[in-house]
Antibody, heavy 122, light 105 residues
Framework: QITLKESGPALVRPTQTLTLTCSFS??????????VGWIRQPPGKALEWLAL???????RYTPSLKTRLTITKDTSKNQVVLTMTNMDPVDTATYYC??????????????WGQGTLVTVSS | DIQMTQSPSTLSASVGDRVTITCRAS??????LAWYQQKPGKAPKLLIY???SLESGVPSRFSGSGSGTEFTLTISSLQPDDFATYYC????????FGPGTTVAI
């Protein structure tokens, strides 16, 4: 059974850097074709894809936020970490990590974490 | 950027109704489209991938069709558990989601 769980601060101050961790089980990011993505959802709004890391360490970012995002993986810990710099109140959202094993550069996501709400406020 | 639109934004329906949601892409995305269902306070759930492939465990009353720029999600007979918001997602070039369609009573 594949599970993912996001963790990180619930409150971040403007201009600070957000670090979120996705801890997963039931699969390995060493397995060919596997990927983990991050998607966010502001309150009452639509989903927005942020970043994706593949089993071979290929990384993809949404163009509009590319300069602020970094995604990394720690296969020994079964974790994926997303950092987002220069946080702003408009970045307030629920942040999800999600699993994919369909081996495309850009993918659909078959299993999602429960999400973690991050509020940006002074 | 590939922009995704959905129509309608809100849909009022009754149990047993046949429901169709349309998703359009700003350029051709072949069949690189997925559909998700999301309930309030919950994570999205994958329903359909590759435009028409049903995810394992998803009831057969859900179906997807289309290619190129126009796609549809159909629920053949709406059940009480189906009242939710539905999102399309393209993965042809980067990843973008549609704005969502809420199916309400």
């Amino acid at each position: 059974q594949i599970t993912l769980k996001e963790s990180g601060p619930a409150l971040v101050r403007p201009t600070q850097t957000l670090t979120l961790t996705c801890s997963f089980s039931g699969f390995s990011l060493n397995t060919a074709g596997v990927g983990v993505g991050w998607i966010r959802q502001p309150p009452g709004k639509a989903l927005e894809w942020l970043a994706l890391i593949h089993w071979d360490d290929d990384k993809r970012y949404t163009p509009s936020l590319k300069t602020r995002l970094t995604i990394t993986k720690d296969t020994s810990k079964n974790q994926v970490v997303l950092t987002m710099t220069n946080m702003d109140p408009v970045d307030t959202a629920t942040y999800y990590c999600a699993h994919s094993d369909n081996n495309y550069v850009f993918r659909w996501f078959d299993t999602w974490g429960q999400g973690t709400l991050v509020t940006v406020s002074s | 950027d590939i922009q995704m639109t959905q129509s309608p934004s809100t849909l009022s329906a009754s149990v047993g109704d046949r429901v169709t949601i349309t998703c359009r892409a700003s350029q051709s995305i072949s069949s690189w489209l997925a559909w998700y269902q999301q309930k309030p306070g919950k994570a999205p759930k994958l329903l359909i991938y590759k435009a028409s492939s049903l995810e394992s465990g998803v009831p057969s009353r859900f179906s997807g069709s289309g290619s190129g720029t126009e796609f549809t999600l159909t629920i053949s007979s709406l059940q009480p558990d189906d009242f939710a918001t539905y999102y399309c997602q393209q993965y042809y070039f980067y990843i973008t989601f549609g704005p969502g369609t809420t199916v309400a009573i």
